[in-house]
């Protein structure tokens, strides 16, 4: 069975740091590009950064140099560090692992809130 588990959400200050994390269990992780999506009340679900295994990563323009992705294949754990929040930053944000068509999986999601 596999499951994705996000923690690390929560209330910060507008400027405010938080770190989420990412255990995946069931896949072989390092087979697999893991990415960080979030989705706001009333708007499009919206990738926010992507790694695979050895690649570079890739990130939304809305998060270039204030977020950063990266995965410990050791621990089956992918992290978003979080840093300069805003509150257009507020929404909650899933984990996804894909491999390929149909071989993708989504975590339950951890909800960030940032106040003014």
């Known amino acids: 069975q596999v499951q994705l588990v996000e923690s690390g959400g929560g209330l910060v200050q507008s400027g405010g740091s938080l770190k989420l994390s990412c255990v995946a269990s069931?896949?072989?992780?390092?087979?697999?590009?893991m990415d960080w999506y979030r989705q706001a009340p009333g708007k499009r679900r919206e990738l926010v950064a992507s790694?695979?295994?050895?690649?570079?990563?890739n990130y939304a323009d809305f998060v270039k140099g204030r977020f950063t992705i990266s995965r410990d294949n050791a621990k089956n754990t992918v992290y978003l560090q979080m840093n300069s929040l805003k509150p257009e930053d507020t929404a909650v944000y899933s984990c996804?692992?894909?491999?390929?068509?149909?071989?993708?999986?989504w975590g339950q999601g951890t909800q960030v809130i940032v106040s003014s």
């Open positions: 790694k695979s295994n050895a690649g570079s990563p």
């Open positions: 069931g896949i072989f992780f390092s087979d697999y590009v």
């Open positions: 996804n692992a894909w491999k390929a068509p149909g071989d993708e999986y």
